[in-house]
């Protein structure tokens, strides 16, 4: 459809120059949920040296079977002094050191132990129950790419290669800005025609989600010096992208134009080819981004899902930065498609091993609720044919 631009091409432009933000270290403590500026090498090998997997006994597997003094004790942090005098075993524990002289661990349950004495009635396989030295990771190793998200595994494995602090890229800073006369803060008594402000909430908590800062600027009358003030502040405290929800009408993108025309930039506006949020506006204002979502809210929660959400990715340093589409089954028969790419909101539930995705009734791009109650979004192509419930679809799931 002329003037209708896909949804990629869009994507493909907010994301046109944005590169990670530079590097900074942090404390390994503080590292979950940023992103790998580099590579993390080990600064030790695992297991330091050989080490018992099993409580038990050290031995020399060619002694066994055989009834042996027991010489001494290793236990983890506490290694046996020496090496095994031959003809003897060690007391072991697990993560304790393998004596010098040892060749296998036999486990206490498949020993009888008298006093000093203890008897091995089989001769077990050379190695038994011994963790090599370097079997999880070896000093100078790559262990975790560049891009890498730190969760609470990759958190676990950069401590103990002993990284006591970590290169990540710094995180986005993101102010957002609702838009409207309409509307009021949560809590306020809204007048006639008024409406409670909620974008921003949910954009802010997306933000966070991501990995950013975010910073709540408030609302702005659809107004050119409230509008100019706010953008203004936005790039004096060095915020990355400065979101806007609304001003998505006629007067109030002229309004917008105006706004970015006084700080001396070209705004891009692009009817996408998508339902909901067919609006969206870019602006590039030396260092900050200005990105402006419809103010409609299922719009402008589905448009962050598809434009914030990659480029903050993108300046975090990730490099999955797109939204993970999964396979479903349809639940109901559904129309062929028009020329706008659909994100129906949809219930999910899982039925004979199959993820059965259907569409709520009404798919009016207000309706809050509706959104919260959903659990996916089914992508549908522009152009798709008519479906029957159980055919495959795709969908995007919604975080809970
Ligand atoms: P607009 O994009 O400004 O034309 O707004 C489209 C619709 O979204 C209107 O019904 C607005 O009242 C509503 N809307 C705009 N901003 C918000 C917001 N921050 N929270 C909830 N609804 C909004
Ligand atoms: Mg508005």
Do not use: E, S
């Given at each position: 459809m002329a003037g209708l631009t896909p949804v990629a091409d869009a994507l493909a432009r907010v994301l046109e120059g944005a590169v990670p933000l530079p590097e900074e270290w942090v404390p390994i403590g503080s590292a979950d949920g940023r992103i790998l500026s580099r590579a993390l090498a080990s600064r030790?090998?695992?297991?330091p040296s050989d080490m018992s997997s099993m409580d038990g006994y050290a031995v020399?597997?060619?002694?066994?079977?055989a009834t042996l003094p027991v010489a001494g004790e290793a236990a983890a942090g506490r290694s046996f002094a020496g090496s095994m005098p031959g003809g003897t075993t060690i007391r072991i524990f697990t993560g304790a050191e393998i004596p010098d002289g040892a060749d296998a661990v036999v486990i206490q349950e498949d020993v009888s132990r008298s006093g000093d004495m203890v008897t091995f009635r089989d001769r077990p396989a050379s190695g038994q129950f011994i963790r090599r030295k370097g079997l999880d990771f070896a000093e100078g190793a790559p262990a975790l790419a560049a891009g890498t998200r730190i969760e609470p595994r990759s958190l676990a494995l950069a401590a103990a290669m002993n990284h006591a602090t970590v290169p990540v890229h710094r995180r986005p800073r993101v102010a957002i800005l609702s838009t409207g006369d309409e509307l009021v803060e949560p809590g306020a008594e809204p007048g006639p025609g008024q409406i409670v402000s909620s974008n921003a909430l949910a954009l802010a908590a997306i933000v966070r989600r991501e990995g950013g800062d975010a910073t709540l600027l408030g609302i702005v009358p659809d107004r050119l010096d409230a509008t100019l003030a706010a953008v203004r502040h936005a790039r004096a405290e060095r915020h990355d992208i400065l979101v806007t929800s609304g001003g998505a009408s006629v007067g109030e993108h002229d309004l917008m134009r105006q706004v970015i025309a006084e700080e001396g930039a070209e705004p891009s506006f692009w009817k996408i080819?998508?339902?909901?949020?067919k609006p969206l506006m870019m602006a590039n204002l030396s260092g900050m981004r200005l990105l402006g979502l419809p103010g409609n809210p299922v719009a402008s929660f589905v448009c962050a899902t598809l434009f914030l959400s990659p480029l903050m990715r993108r300046l975090a340093g990730r490099t999955d930065i797109l939204p993970l589409e999964e396979g479903a089954v349809l639940g109901v028969a559904l129309g062929a498609n028009d020329h706008r790419q659909d994100y129906l909101r949809a219930s999910l539930i899982e039925s004979n091993g199959k993820l059965v995705a259907t569409p709520f009734p009404i798919q009016d791009s207000s309706m809050i609720r509706v959104l919260a109650e959903a659990e996916a979004l089914i992508v549908r192509a522009p152009h798709a044919s008519a479906a029957q419930a159980g055919e495959p679809c795709r969908i995007i799931r919604l975080a809970r």
């Open positions: 030790r090998t695992q297991p020399r597997a060619a002694d066994l079977p080819a998508m339902r909901p949020g």
